[in-house]
């Protein structure tokens, strides 16, 4: 049998299959490492769209009066009463945005005894950041939502003139009258102090219900009337428009020129005397004084002792004394009278729901339902 001798150019056809098959190789390499960066690229723009959901859900909740006033915003102007409608609202954050859409479920049912409108509120996350290649545009988007509740309760009032410290009216004029103004809501006390701690000159009869309450020792009345006054004041958990010092009082001009406006005024200055009339809420650290004709609409939240002279009129609600409710505060034994509030002259002081509401209109919120979170809302 003859036997090949002539093997010439046999490498070259072997070196170039192995080179095929190596190309395929790395091909396939580089393929399924791209597929796992794509993978994991998608990955985290999705972890991200959703912090970017949440958050901007989140803030949403607590913040919605601030952002339904952006430009390009568009929201209910009382959900309260809203009947159909809802709100849309867009929170920027580092690396993308969340658009936010609230959405009318079912209207508030009832005025004295309500039950909450319900919404469903849906975050729309979208993360700017995440590119699948260089020259992909896709963005990841990830939607979450929650059923919320109007909340429109903010206060719950116990009396026309609610003090802490105690109260001594002098004079048998004027008026403090739990019996709703407004004529929504049931009475309320005229006069609530803790046991021992009122005092009366000239057979004053104050009206309500009860016309006077001094039943509850100090600890009973401070469980009772539930404001955080250690958050409103040491936490700023009632944001001030105007804060005294350093702003000053808005004067009457500035609320006649526009009845809308219902600021939120902080008084740091002790002893501070209403200078004109107005509405809104008053939040004072310590001892402050309404005197003369001064008129005031809305709530009056005093930490100290409250004077009243002359003939002015208070409609809404009244709480003084409530530096008692501050942590480490030093309670007063049953009877002490010297920190009382005083009420001297012809003055009214009476209870009033919808002055009351419209005081704290800025301050209602979504309230989030348990048990209702969900993730991957569909989105179209």
Request: net charge positive; aromatic share 8%; with cysteine.
């Amino acid at each position: 049998m003859r036997r090949l001798q002539n093997r010439t150019g046999f490498a070259l056809p072997l070196v170039v299959v192995f080179l095929v098959v190596l190309s395929f190789a790395l091909a396939a390499g580089l393929a399924a490492t791209a597929a796992e960066g794509s993978t994991s690229t998608a990955q985290r723009g999705q972890n991200r769209a959703y912090t970017i959901a949440e958050q901007g859900l989140q803030r949403f909740l607590v913040s919605r009066d601030s952002l339904c006033r952006q430009t390009g915003s568009s929201c209910l102007g009382d959900p309260g009463v809203a009947t159909s409608g809802f709100d849309s609202v867009q929170v920027n954050s580092t690396g993308g945005y969340a658009v936010i859409v609230s959405r009318l479920l079912r209207p508030q049912l009832g005025i004295k005894d309500t039950i909450p409108a319900l919404y469903f509120v849906r975050a729309r996350g979208v993360d700017t950041t995440s590119k699948l290649r260089g020259g992909d545009t896709t963005t990841s988007v990830r939607a979450v939502g929650l059923m919320v509740q109007w909340s429109v309760v903010t206060m719950k009032v116990t009396g026309a003139w609610t003090s802490l410290s105690g109260l001594d009216k002098q004079g048998s004029a004027g008026q403090i009258d739990g019996n709703d103004q407004c004529g929504k809501k049931p009475p309320v006390a005229g006069i609530m102090v803790p046991q021992g701690d009122y005092t009366t000159s000239g057979g004053f009869v104050p009206t309500g219900s009860p016309p006077l309450d001094t039943t509850k020792t100090l600890a009973q009345l401070d469980s009772l009337v539930t404001i955080d006054w250690n958050a409103i004041v040491n936490n700023n958990l009632l944001p001030a428009d105007y804060t005294v010092p350093p702003d000053g009082f808005p004067d009457a001009a500035w609320f006649a020129a526009d009845t809308s406006r219902w600021p939120v005024i902080r008084v740091h200055t002790n002893g501070y005397a209403l200078p004109n009339a107005g509405r809104g809420i008053i939040i004072a650290d310590s001892d402050f004084t309404i005197s003369g004709s001064n008129m005031w609409q809305g709530i009056i939240m005093i930490g100290g002792k409250l004077t009243s002279n002359g003939n002015n009129t208070t409609s809404g609600t009244t709480v003084s004394g409530l530096n008692y409710k501050l942590p480490g505060a030093i309670q007063p034994p049953p009877g002490y009278i010297n920190d009382n509030a005083t009420a001297n002259g012809t003055k009214s002081y009476v209870y009033n729901s919808c002055y009351i509401s419209r005081a704290t209109q800025r301050l209602r919120h979504y309230v989030a339902l348990a048990n209702t979170w969900i993730d991957d809302v569909p989105v179209w």
